[in-house]
């Protein structure tokens, strides 16, 4: 074959974003386990700055490769396929979890409740994603979306009593998609009276602050693949609520043009 192949075109780097992702440590294994990665680099960066990477390239219409996952705005804004995975290292499908610190339910049942009751759709978050990448703050589309889902937000604080003077901390990871749960979890309890404070970490300092109950809770631990090993360092010291999102999903993403559609099909 003539020509240079993606990985040339690509300058054998994947496009991440920040280290301690779970997506960083899977595909880290990637590139250890797959001979068509062999030489590959994953390039540490931002979440915004990779959504920046690949807006640019598919601007330029060059072939670019990122770390994604789904929900994620950027499915919406490009057309974008996730590589097939035939080692199954990023999982099948995940779910986003809800973990409370131990004794939160004695101590803030009403928050509580609510943070156990609290469950959505992708394409629920994918609405207040896209809004706040269109340029709305987090707060405000989070506040728009909890307006005009009164049902599913009676769902949530059903059984629970409004508060005063109570806080409540959450902690959570600059990823789009836990901006926009944690934000609209936060609205959620603001309106039963909390006053809510966030606290963005990365994903082992999340875990570690509701473990060791400097947060009181957070709805972002990904699972059973991109965070099994925070869940089993400290899983034993926290409430594991359960999934309050179903059919997440995680792996390698590139534009559509881009002629591979498994990792496989990569060169070294
Ligand atoms: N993510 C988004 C996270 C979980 C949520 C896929 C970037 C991670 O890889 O840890």
New binding site residues.
Partial sequence: ESGSSVGEEMDYEIVG?EP?????K?TTSAIEEYDSLKGWELIESS?AAMAAELGKAIEDEEPVIV?G?TPHWMFAKYDLKYLEDPQGLYGEEEN?ETFARDGLKEDKSSAHTILDQFKWSPEDMNAVMVEIQEGAQPEEAAKNWVNEHTDMVEEWTNGADEVEDEEISLAY?A?D??IASTNVVAQVLMSMGYDVELTQLD?ASMFIAVSEGDADAMV?G?LPI??ADLLDEYGDTMERLGPNLEG?K?GLVVPSYVEADSIEDLKP
Avoid at 20 to 24: F, L, N, S, T, V
Wanted: net charge negative; hydrophobic share 60%.
């Fill in positions: 974003i301690g992702a779970g997506i960083m899977a979440s770390t996952w986003i990871v990823w998609s836990e994903a972002a990904w991109t965070h997440a995680t």
